[in-house]
């Protein structure tokens, strides 16, 4: 059990450009969630996927964003065509979701996206 | 509206006090609470998880309590060190709805 990884964990890009994040969840989960945390606020849930299926999206995930899981495995999370507001840490959780306690969520280290 | 309070905002505690940290929720229907640690600049480290049937969890120097009727629940930190010195964040899963629904968070300072 390795935990949940992202990459890249920092990226810097001009307004206007596309940029895609990764996040491989523990093995095993089936569950991927993902979240955006602004400074001084607590993390705002976006989507998340039970296998390759994405169950829920969130208004904060406007048609500039689009996320996929195309095996189950690990997720990407694409936002186009940047814009200054989306600066934030963007966090990927996992869980085993197979209910009580194996709902219980295990975050990533982040990537931290800066537009300019 | 399912909304998630931690108050106070900042806290200052000496070393070796014991400390309490809050948080409130709207709808007692709740699935899940869960307890997360940050560091600055981090990710989420997962400290304790109450499900809705439980009315406390322990974890070392940690013990949450879940009380759904009055929407409250405590983290309980037992002499506190230095290294303690983070942001706590508390967030609910309702009943129907896997996502979780975060606080603002909690900044705790340890004065060496």
């Known amino acids: 059990d390795t935990g949940v990884s992202q990459n890249p964990r920092h990226k810097i890009t001009k307004r206007g450009q596309n940029v895609t994040f990764r996040c491989d969840p523990i093995s095993e989960h089936n569950r991927l969630y993902w979240y955006r945390q602004t400074l001084g606020q607590g993390p705002e849930f976006l989507t998340y996927f039970q296998n390759e299926a994405q169950l829920e999206k969130s208004r904060l995930l406007s048609d500039r964003f689009s996320a996929e899981r195309p095996k189950g495995s690990f997720s990407t999370l694409e936002i186009q065509r940047t814009e200054q507001g989306d600066s934030a840490m963007y966090l990927c959780?996992?869980?085993?979701?197979?209910?009580?306690?194996?709902?219980?969520?295990?975050f990533g280290p982040g990537t931290r996206l800066t537009v300019t | 509206k399912q909304e998630v309070t931690q108050i106070p905002a900042a806290l200052s505690v000496p070393e070796g006090e014991n400390l309490v940290l809050n948080c409130s929720f709207t709808?007692?229907?709740?699935?899940?609470l869960q307890w997360f640690r940050q560091d600055p600049g981090k990710g989420l480290t997962s400290l304790l998880l109450?499900?809705?049937?439980?009315r406390e969890q322990t974890s070392g120097r940690l013990n949450a309590s879940l009380d759904k009727s009055s929407g409250r629940s405590t983290l309980y930190i037992a002499a506190s060190q230095p290294g303690d010195s983070a942001t706590y964040l508390c967030?609910?899963?309702?009943?129907?709805?896997?996502?979780?629904?975060f606080g603002t968070g909690t900044r705790l300072t340890i004065i060496p």
């Open positions: 967030a609910v899963s309702w009943l129907g709805n896997e996502k979780l629904t």
């Open positions: 709808d007692s229907a709740i699935y899940n």
């Open positions: 959780a996992s869980s085993l979701g197979t209910g009580g306690r194996s709902y219980e969520q295990y």
């Open positions: 109450i499900q809705s049937s439980q």
